[in-house]
Antibody, heavy 124, light 107 residues
Framework: QVQLQESGPGLVKPSETLSLTCNVS????????WSWIRQPPGKGLEWIGY???????NYNPSLKSRVTISIDTSKNQFSLNLNSVTAADTAVYYC??????????????????WGQGTLVTVSS | DIQMTQSPSSLSASIGDRVTITCQAG??????LNWYHQRPGKAPKLLIF???NLETGVPSRFSGGGGGTDFTFTISSLQPEDIGTYYC?????????FGQGTRLAIK
């Protein structure tokens, strides 16, 4: 059974880069869309972007200029970099496996499973 | 972006009650609609995919329906473990978007 686990600093200074890694265990990374989703405290869910195992990426236009997602299939992990952070980027960051059963404009059909999430606070 | 609007934003109900949540998409998304349940302090969990298909292991008291722009999520008999927040999610187009959530509490 596949499991995902996020890791990285819990505190980042404004204007710096937020960096997180998601470790995937229990299965290979093949044929899935490895995704990042965030949730500001007390608020809803925002899809950040995904990377396919070929290295193809797609990002939410609202964050595209600041986001990079990378993958290392040999280590069974993928990573998120979000630069020039502000307090508005304070959130719980989740990694998730994106599943595609049918080809649709949205690429990913659903997210399953998710990591437990990690809170990242942007503050000086 | 396709806006997803859930209603109500919160509700409380008694054990055994039938509970229904609605999700309206800003444009036609066909059947490309999923539902997730998030318990307090936990990650969201997929319950229903493609409008009405239950994920493996999800109890049959959960169901979904609709199509196009209007969708429903129903719990036929509310149980204590059903508390938390429910989110709809569309994949009819990028970027993938979620509803704002419906917080469910026990009365």
């Amino acid at each position: 059974q596949v499991q995902l686990q996020e890791s990285g600093p819990g505190l980042v200074k404004p204007s710096e880069t937020l960096s997180l890694t998601c470790n995937v265990s229990g299965d290979s990374m093949g044929h899935y869309y490895w995704s990042w989703i965030r949730q500001p405290p007390g608020k809803g869910l925002e899809w950040i972007g995904y990377i396919y195992t070929t290295g193809d990426t797609n990002y939410n236009p609202s964050l595209k200029s600041r986001v990079t997602i990378s993958i290392d299939t040999s280590k069974n992990q993928f990573s998120l970099n979000l630069n020039s952070v502000t307090a508005a980027d304070t959130a719980v960051y989740y990694c998730a496996r994106g599943v595609r059963v049918v080809v649709v404009p949205g690429a990913i059909n659903w997210f399953d499973p998710w990591g437990q999430g990690t809170l990242v606070t942007v503050s000086s | 972006d396709i806006q997803m609007t859930q209603s109500p934003s919160s509700l409380s109900a008694s054990i055994g009650d039938r509970v229904t949540i609605t999700c309206q998409a800003g444009q036609d998304i066909s059947k490309y609609l999923n539902w997730y349940h998030q318990r307090p302090g936990k990650a969201p969990k997929l319950l229903i995919f493609d409008v009405s298909n239950l994920e493996t292991g999800v109890p049959s008291r959960f169901s979904g329906g609709g199509g196009g722009t209007d969708f429903t999520f129903t719990i036929s008999s509310l149980q204590p473990e059903d508390i938390g927040t429910y989110y709809c999610q569309q994949y009819g187009d990028l970027p993938i978007t979620f509803g704002q959530g419906t917080r469910l509490a026990i009365k």
